[in-house]
């Protein structure tokens, strides 16, 4: 039993251990990202399945259209204000400029208009499945919340672990009758 008790209460330490090292990540990442030339953007919609997941959060770094080649993923500002990630079918130079083709992986068809060159916000880099949801969760006050009370149940059960253990602890020494007479836990030698 003490060996149960003792292998929950590790797992329970690196889950709270990764879920605050997550959130602080997120958080210092989403904030100090953009100075560094680098915005993360969620992924809400599946044009772009099996190579970036519905839910994923995506690295996207400033561009030159001169960078731009076909194959490459970027994001995209339309004109209604409508933000689209879309791999890059061809690079076209028209008579009043340059201008990308793109197209969804899911879909059948490149999107029916070309889109300007200066729309392109960047080239998609980096991809992280499903980190998407813990970062929207971090945008809505239920989310937070939801967050905070997780990290206090999980450091409520991991008090009630270390409570359980030191009781198995002081029964081992003979000494469940009589508590006032246990050593101090850290003088026990387990």
């Known amino acids: 039993m003490k060996t149960a008790l003792r292998t929950m209460r590790r797992v329970l330490d690196l889950a709270l251990v990764i879920l605050v090292a997550a959130i602080l990540s997120l958080a210092i990442a989403t904030n100090a990202g953009p100075a560094l030339g680098h915005r993360l953007l969620v992924i809400r919609g599946g044009s772009m399945e099996h190579a970036i997941a519905l839910g994923s959060v ?6 030159s259209v001169e960078q731009l080649h076909a194959g490459d993923v970027v994001t995209v500002a339309e004109p209604n204000g409508v933000v689209v990630t879309h791999r ?12 990308v083709e793109i197209k969804g992986d899911a879909n059948s068809e490149p999107d029916p208009v070309l889109t300007p060159a200066a729309s392109v916000m960047g080239r998609v880099d980096l991809a992280l499945p499903a980190l998407g949801y813990l970062v929207y969760l971090l945008t809505i ?17 991991i008090w009630l672990i270390e409570d ?11 000494l469940e ?13 387990g």
Not at 58 to 63: A, G, K, L, Q, Y
Not at 141 to 157: E, K, N, W
Not at 177 to 189: I, Y
Request: hydrophobic share 45%; glycine share 8%.
């Open 58 to 63: 995506v690295d996207v770094v400033p561009t």
């Open 88 to 99: 890059v079918t061809r690079v076209a130079q028209l008579s009043d400029g340059w201008y």
């Open 141 to 157: 006050p239920a989310g937070i919340l939801s967050l905070f009370c997780l990290a206090a149940t999980m450091l409520l059960a």
């Open 164 to 174: 359980l253990e030191e009781e198995e602890d002081y029964e081992d020494l003979g």
């Open 177 to 189: 009758d009589e508590p006032g007479l246990a050593p101090h836990p850290g003088e026990l030698v």
